[in-house]
């Protein structure tokens, strides 16, 4: 097996140095309201684990993992299932949903619903990478590490692709496969 190309947008020293700085802002911002971070499975496992050792709050995390379908042609994506693999109660809380990349905002909509529905008392979205130009729907990204256009497959820093790549220290573009 061939490696395929990998273009670095964001080295490693970058993203630890922005991701600490959105943890000391979060402190400063939401830490007294006592939020829990909702974190995507897979994709935003690491920026979770760096993100809330940045904080020195004690703070509730739990996890969802969302499965959707992709319509590549339409540019749209459809909210097929969610899973919550412990049960997740958010009435009263503030919920900080943790996302890698939002790009068309329809899952993170389908998930504010879903979150003020059970109760919430606020929903916001913290995403390590925002591609605000790719939005299918209004929806607001309170926190970004970095916001950027997409020109092709972001991986790394969590990001697979086909499995493959999630382990590299820095978020790149990859190649055309």
């Given at each position: 097996m061939t490696s395929p190309q990998i273009k670095?947008?964001?080295d490693a020293r970058a993203i630890a140095a922005r991701v600490q700085a959105l943890g000391q802002?979060?402190?400063r911002e939401v830490a007294h309201e006592d939020p829990v971070v909702v974190s995507l499975l897979g994709g935003s496992v690491i920026f979770l684990a760096d993100l809330i050792r940045s904080i020195s709050t004690s703070?509730?995390?739990e996890f969802v993992q969302v499965e959707y379908r992709s319509h590549e042609?339409?540019?749209t994506?459809?909210?097929v299932d969610i899973q919550y693999p412990i049960p997740l109660e958010v009435g009263g809380q503030s919920v900080l949903v943790l996302k890698d990349v939002v790009s068309t905002a329809i899952i993170e909509?389908?998930?504010?619903n879903q979150f003020l529905q059970k109760g919430a008392r606020k929903v916001r979205f913290i995403a390590l990478v925002d591609?605000?130009?790719e939005r299918k729907t209004h929806c607001q990204v309170d926190y970004s590490v970095f916001t950027t256009e997409r020109s092709a497959r972001l991986v790394g820093y969590g990001m697979k692709h086909q499995g493959r790549h999630g382990n590299l220290p820095y978020i790149?573009?990859?190649a055309e496969v």
């Open positions: 670095i947008l964001f802002r979060l402190q703070l509730r995390y042609e339409e540019g994506e459809e909210v909509t389908y998930l504010a591609l605000p130009k790149g573009y990859l």
